[in-house]
């Protein structure tokens, strides 16, 4: 399902960019991952620039722990308005009482093409964008029991102070154990600020429903811009329903060329 960050350097000051770049389109000289967090910006790949996005993350709750390892995702340009996205398997390990067990998730394929424009500083129009998405079934007992295509759409908002609100609302196709199909509904908001000229933090609120009780989780964290092509993230997530014992950290790095 994420936060941008600032360039480094004063000499790169016309391309320097904050977490405000989840709401703005992306160009060649602005760094614009989607990650971390859960919600997605609505900035797209520029045509002829690619980015891989990537990371880990532990979950943790009592008598289960998850551990997810590549969570990768690469993006790449197609025009001014749409980008390939290539999600690849991560290795995940599962712990339940003295048992581990692992295996590969399943890979992912999708599309992401911005519908709307963000008009130039602080505006109340959004940036939007539309991303369409499914799983490829390759992860066997890690994976989901078939296709699970998904729409969500983003909108984004550059605002005062050096703040940048992102909102995600989508749906998507869940296929139970017996083959059942049923629908998921999820929603997120993430607010950002540049702290200085590299260093940028979010707060963030997202969840999803379908049958049964709701899934809720908030979520905060830094990324960090050392060179102007790459982006450092660590976050930290805890469920406030569902499993209110649920705790998640992890981080990442996201490079583009």
Known sequence: MLIAAALLAATLQSQQVTDSTRDLPASPGTLAPDRPGFTTGPSVMPRGFSELEAGTSLQRQPGFQHLAIG????????SSRAELRVGFSSLDFDRAGGTVTHGFEDASIGTKVRLRSAPAGVSLLPAVSMIASSNIPTGGAFGRSGVEPQLTASLGWQLPAKLALVTNTGVASRVAGDGARTREFGGGASLSR???????????YSGTRRNGPDSQYLNTGLTFVPAAHLQL??????AISGTPSSFQLGVGVSRRW
């Open 194 to 204: 540049a702290l200085t000229g590299t260093l940028n933090t979010y707060v963030e």
């Open 71 to 78: 969570e990768s995702l690469l993006r790449i340009g197609l």
């Open 233 to 238: 993230d660590t976050w930290v997530a805890r």
